[in-house]
């Protein structure tokens, strides 16, 4: 199923006012860290994404953003990247971090990134980025045929990959958190 461009931005667009306004409320509790809301018109985040298709990082969107590109909105704390695993791939998003202000990469030898564990704060909003190798449902070796699946996405210019809703939907069946119920049942729907 295409998605114009016009309706992308719609989405995305509607996925940033959530996550702002799910942030103004997550913020207002006081026992709570707070949380940086990603929001697509951020500056940091547009440059982000366009570090990453300048530097040839070769990556799919996942998670709450790719949700949204296929049209369930909800609110996410992080921009979720599933990154192929090769050197050069990972050189290249050791690059684009450090750009972005994460300190201390080059000196890294061994780059692991741990799905729920590897996370880093983008500039000066810290917006959340958290890159993966592998996915529950797909190992790092299932990459190319899912990047080869995937829908291809575009914002400002920025062209991405964004993960195809049955993919989406074996991976959130497999990971299986509470909060991906909702998205289970869209991507069920959506991919019938």
């Excluded at 509607?14 to 929001?39: E, T, Y």
């Excluded at 909105?73 to 202000?101: C, Y």
């Excluded at 592998?134 to 995937?150: G, H, I, T």
């Amino acid at each position: 199923m295409s998605v114009s461009q016009a309706e992308q931005k719609k989405r995305l667009d509607l996925f940033s006012k959530v996550n702002r306004l799910a942030a103004s409320f997550h913020n207002s509790n006081v026992k709570l860290d707070k949380m940086v809301p990603i929001d697509l018109g951020n500056e940091e985040v547009i440059g982000f994404l366009k570090s990453l298709a300048d530097h040839d990082v070769k990556y799919i969107l996942v998670g709450g953003f790719a949700v949204a590109f296929h049209g369930y909105v909800r609110a996410t704390h992080d921009l979720d990247l599933w990154i192929k695993d090769e050197p050069g791939n990972i050189e290249n998003l050791k690059r684009v971090l450090t750009i972005h202000g994460v300190a201390g990469l080059d000196a890294v030898r061994s780059f692991e990134l741990i799905p729920g564990f590897t996370e880093f704060a983008i500039g000066d909003s810290g917006f959340i980025v958290e890159p993966i190798k592998n996915l529950k449902a797909f190992s790092a070796f299932d990459f190319d045929a899912c990047y080869d699946r995937a829908d291809t996405g575009s914002l400002l210019d920025i062209t991405f990959k964004v993960i195809h809703p049955k993919d989406l939907l074996r991976e959130k069946q497999a990971t299986n958190r509470p909060k991906d119920q909702g998205d289970i049942e869209y991507l069920r729907n959506f991919s019938e």
